[in-house]
């Protein structure tokens, strides 16, 4: 088993890290990893949703909390001066994909203007040495034939969430190529393109686990769009494992560890949603499910990840089966009802996965 749980455990330890979109879902993972690990952070984000995990979990408290708009370039280069961070993560986006087939001006606006807002500050502050812009696994050309997708495949987005992604790819690559990776200066660039996360605390009621777990809650039917839909499903702690390796490689060794790269679960984490939720009645018996959900996205019915590049380059590998990704989004949900907060709830699988 790779260690590199464990080489980020120390590592971390009083490293200045700035995240944007540090108050989404993922983000508020990310926060509760770092502050785990002991690093300094700072988060640039919009003001956290009342609803969401960042507020229930007491994010707040975790982080140096900046609010701000990805969009507003004056306000992101005044927290990146003032945090002078020594690695970046960029989660900030319009991350639901049928908002941004409803708005796709604020979806560009975001992804694309919020990536060069943020190069751009990076490129004027001489503190930061590692960059990984997160992505998706939705930037490849998917052409609906089941395949597997590798770095080196061609990028291409037929929707505005996937498009504005994709254009994120070629700005990050832009900006390492003319100005960060220079003979003056050696900044670690990666993007990241991740594959579908699953994890506790998840209360946007459109995606599959909120949408399951909430319909158990309330005793009702699960609405899935598309049952048999292929996806790459991997745990969220996992995911975060992985981002958090290659900011380390690329602060440890920048030319050799800037470049593209999959993370996601082995091919087994390749699934149907259908067998996501016959996963879940092995915990409730009285999940069952009907059609429904209609979004106007058009979304494909295959789409897997080929994580070699990663599993051979990298010290990362998933640590989690499919089985110990889904206990412990069961687990948080069973503490959730019992009355834990979310704080307990999320620092716990956190220690458990770390090693803290």
């Known amino acids: 088993m790779k260690n590199a749980h464990i080489a980020n455990r120390e590592f971390y330890q009083g490293k200045r890290v700035f995240v944007t979109g540090h108050t989404g879902y993922k983000g508020a993972w990310l926060t509760a990893i770092l502050y785990e ?10 003001t956290p949703p009342e609803g969401g995990m960042f507020a ?19 306000a992101v280069k005044e927290a990146v001066q003032s945090a002078q961070p020594e690695i970046v993560f960029h989660l900030a986006a319009q ?19 919020g990536t060069v807002n943020l190069v751009e500050a990076i490129r004027q502050c ?14 490849y050309e998917n052409k609906g034939d089941g395949a597997v997708y590798v770095e080196t495949d061609p990028l291409g987005g037929i929707d505005p969430y996937s498009s504005s ?10 900006y390492k190529r003319s100005y960060l990776q220079t003979t003056d200066r050696m900044v670690g660039v990666s993007t990241v393109r991740a594959s579908n996360v699953l994890g506790g605390g998840d209360h946007i009621k459109s995606r599959l686990i909120p949408s399951i777990l909430n ?25 975060l494992n992985g981002y958090l390796s290659i900011g380390r490689l690329m602060y440890e060794e920048p030319e050799k560890y800037s470049s593209q790269w999959n993370i996601g679960p082995t091919r087994d984490g390749i699934r149907t949603v259908l067998w996501v ?9 009285s999940v069952a499910y009907t059609g429904g959900g209609y979004i106007r996205a058009i979304e494909s019915n295959t789409l897997g ?6 599993l051979e380059m990298l010290d990362w590998e998933p640590r989690l089966s499919c089985d110990e990704m889904l206990y412990n989004v069961v687990e948080f949900f069973k503490g959730q009802r019992a009355g834990v907060s979310e704080r307990e709830l999320c620092l716990k699988q956190i220690k458990r996965f770390f090693g803290t």
């Open 126 to 139: 001489a503190s930061v040495k590692s960059v990984v812009v997160i992505t998706t696994d939705k930037v």
């Open 215 to 239: 319909s158990i809650g309330e005793g009702r039917l699960v609405e899935l769009r598309h049952p048999q839909q292929t996806r790459p499903w991997q745990s969220m702690l996992d995911a």
């Open 305 to 310: 990840l080929d994580i070699t590049k990663s």
């Open 37 to 46: 690990l002991g690093a300094e952070a700072t988060g640039f984000a919009l």
């Open 56 to 74: 229930h979990m007491g994010g707040e408290d975790m982080i140096h909390s900046v609010t701000g708009d990805i969009r507003d370039f004056g």
């Open 277 to 285: 939720v016959e996963q879940m009645q092995k915990h409730y018996a």
């Open 95 to 113: 991350a639901i994909v049928n908002d941004c087939f409803e708005d796709p001006r604020y979806a560009y606006e975001t992804n694309v203007m």
């Open 165 to 174: 992604k994709t254009c994120m790819e070629y700005i990050a690559d832009t």
